[in-house]
Every structure is written in structure tokens, then in C-alpha cells.
């Protein structure tokens, strides 16, 4: 058994979000934590940088060099580049392993079968010696510590960059789960779009995402926020400030945060009876970086009537996951 333990140490564990990027390594924990963003010369296609130096460069890069973010939606937008993405991510966290590691690699529940294949297939070409996957909503589960092999009905929502997972858990099985390709990216694009309808005001990927963390709600708050806003106006053409409020973002919000609601809504409607009397004490967990969004909480569980939790470390619930499976050795040696 010993033996088997020592085989199984060069295993890493990977969070392939739209957004970020989490690797952990067995024993050690999360190593990495990067932005999923590459940085490609347009003409030799050439890759110049990854990760958070890749962040810094998007919407700033000169014309030859694009910064790209290659999943879109939860899956693979870009084969190439993601492949390149996943050596360079693999590289960085294993340069101590003296054997090309094993990865368990979390996936939205709702990807088809090709795209399931796209991500292994460029895994394995990034340099991984096996790769297993996992479904994105159990590593959630996991990572955030539900009891998912009770008897008993285990719910989580993650709301990651690209999609929102949801999930009815029991018996180490998913009874029903629901996978919408709406979540943080989403949630950008809507403040994107409402600060060029409402104010002619031009913004960047970054720009939204900062206004979403800084004073993004989806409950009315006790005390409103309020933020300065530089971009380019659509008109004049030249650079331009402006305050905005909360409340003004979570209008903007508001359409986006519905669906997600609904989502959550349809799998309680799907839930077996026996199932949701076990929720309707438990409620459910909330992970992923959209669950920081202030009051999206409280706002959830007034739409549904249960109790709902916020994780501890909502950003790390998938990639903790994955660290656990790789530490379960009756599991692994199912999937080997």
C-alpha cells in the first residue's frame, strides 16, 4: 500500500476555470493561482506570457500581441493556446516531480462529450501522464466540505466565470444537476453594457470586473456604495469620469442574477420529494467567485425559502476538491 501511496505523489489537481486557474498538488495544497489569460503574438502565434503577467496586458497590448482568455463558457475556446496555457501551469507546479504527473482535472456538468475530450486531450498534450476528470459541482462539494456519501441531500450552487453549477448530491452520486452558461463573465458584460446605454461611457473587461468586486450587489445593502468610473466616451471620443452607485449596478445586474435564480429554482423543482425535506433544514452551500457578490446570498434564499451558507474560501471550493480526490486512493484507483 505504501508503494501505491508513493505512486500516486506527483498527482495534481486542476480548477480550469474561465476566469482563473488553480492547481493543486497532493500534499502541499493549492501552489497556484493564476488568471486564465494569454498573452499571443498575432503574427508567429507565439505565446508571451501567462497567467498574471498576461492579466496586466489585456486591453493595453500593442498591435501585434493580443491578450486572450481561451475558455469561454467553461469549455475550450481556443485548443492550441489552452494547451499551451495548461503546459505552462503543469510545468510551474510539478517542476519538483521527477515523473509527468497524474490531473485530476474539474469540468462544467453540462459540457458534451467533445468538449470533455478537448480538455483531456490538451492536458494531456500540455504533459500530464493521466488524466482524470471530475465533475465541476461534486469538486465543489467536496472542496467545501459537505458530507456528499450520507444518505442525505447535499446542495451546492458555484458560480465560477464562465458557468453556474448546481448541483443535488448524494450517496457520493449527483441526483440532479444544472449547468448554465451564466456567471461572472456574464455578470461583466451587463455592467459593460449599461455604463454604454446609461452614461455613453466605454469600459474594458477589467474595468467591470473591478466595479463588480468594489460595489456589486444583488440585495438592496444597508448602506449603498458609490465608485469613480474612467473610460472613453462613445461620443466625444475622449476619456471621461463618472460616479456610480450601487444600486446602479445592481439594476445592471439584476437580468443576469434572475437567471442564475431560476436555475436554482429548476433543480429544487427536480429535487426527489424525500430529497428536499432533507433541504429544507440543510439549505444549500454557495462557492465560486460569484458567491462574493454582496447579498446574492440573502437573495437566494428569500427567492427560495432555505437556508443558504456562503463558503469559507468560495474561491478555492473546486480546486480543494480535486486535492481531496486525489488523497481518496479507492477513488483514483476506480478512474485509473
Given amino acids: 500500500m505504501a508503494n501505491l501511496f508513493g505512486y500516486f505523489s506527483n498527482d495534481i489537481g486542476i480548477d480550469l476555470g474561465t476566469a482563473n486557474t488553480l492547481v493543486y498538488v497532493k500534499d502541499k495544497g493549492i501552489v497556484l493561482r493564476e488568471p486564465s489569460v494569454v498573452a499571443l503574438d498575432t503574427v508567429t502565434r507565439k505565446v508571451r506570457a501567462v497567467g498574471d503577467e498576461a492579466k496586466r496586458m489585456l486591453g493595453r497590448t500593442p498591435g501585434n500581441i493580443t491578450a486572450i482568455r481561451p475558455m469561454k463558457d467553461g469549455v475550450i475556446a481556443d485548443f492550441d493556446v489552452t494547451e499551451a496555457m495548461l503546459r505552462y ?73 464562465g458557468t453556474t453549477e448546481i448541483a443535488i448530491i448524494s450517496l457520493n452520486g449527483i441526483v440532479f444537476s444544472k449547468s448554465i452558461r451564466v456567471a461572472g463573465d456574464e455578470l ?26 468594489r460595489i456589486g450587489s444583488a440585495f438592496p445593502l444597508d448602506e449603498e456604495l458609490s465608485i469613480e468610473v474612467k473610460g472613453r466616451d462613445s461620443v466625444a471620443g475622449l476619456p471621461k469620469t463618472i460616479h456610480i452607485t450601487s444600486q446602479e449596478v445592481r439594476e445592471a445586474l439584476a437580468d443576469t442574477v434572475a437567471a442564475i435564480v431560476d436555475a436554482v429554482r429548476t433543480t429544487l423543482e427536480r429535487c426527489p420529494p424525500e430529497l428536499s425535506a432533507d433541504l429544507v433544514d440543510r439549505g444549500f452551500v454557495m462557492a465560486g467567485g460569484g458567491s462574493l457578490i454582496r447579498g446574492i446570498d440573502r ?16 474561491l478555492s471550493a473546486v480546486a480543494n476538491g480535486t486535492g481531496a480526490v486525489l488523497n481518496d486512493l479507492t477513488w483514483l484507483m476506480q478512474n485509473v
Avoid at 299 to 313: F, M, Q, R, W
Fill in 89 to 161: 501551469f503543469i510545468q510551474k507546479a510539478s517542476q519538483s516531480f521527477r515523473a509527468p504527473p497524474r490531473v485530476v482535472i474539474a469540468i462544467p456538468s453540462g459540457i458534451t462529450a467533445v468538449e470533455k475530450r478537448a480538455v483531456m486531450d490538451s492536458a494531456t498534450h500540455a504533459g500530464a501522464r493521466k488524466v482524470i476528470t471530475i465533475p465541476e459541482p461534486m469538486a465543489a462539494a467536496i472542496g467545501v466540505g459537505l458530507p456528499i456519501d450520507e444518505p442525505a441531500a447535499n446542495m451546492i450552487v458555484d458560480i465560477g466565470g
Fill in 188 to 213: 461583466d458584460a451587463s455592467i459593460i453594457n449599461y455604463m454604454k446605454r446609461a452614461y455613453n461611457l466605454l469600459i474594458g473587461e477589467r474595468t467591470a470586473e473591478e466595479i463588480k468586486i
Fill in 299 to 314: 437573495l437566494l434564499s428569500e427567492k427560495t425559502g432555505l437556508p443558504v451558507t456562503v463558503a469559507d474560501d468560495p
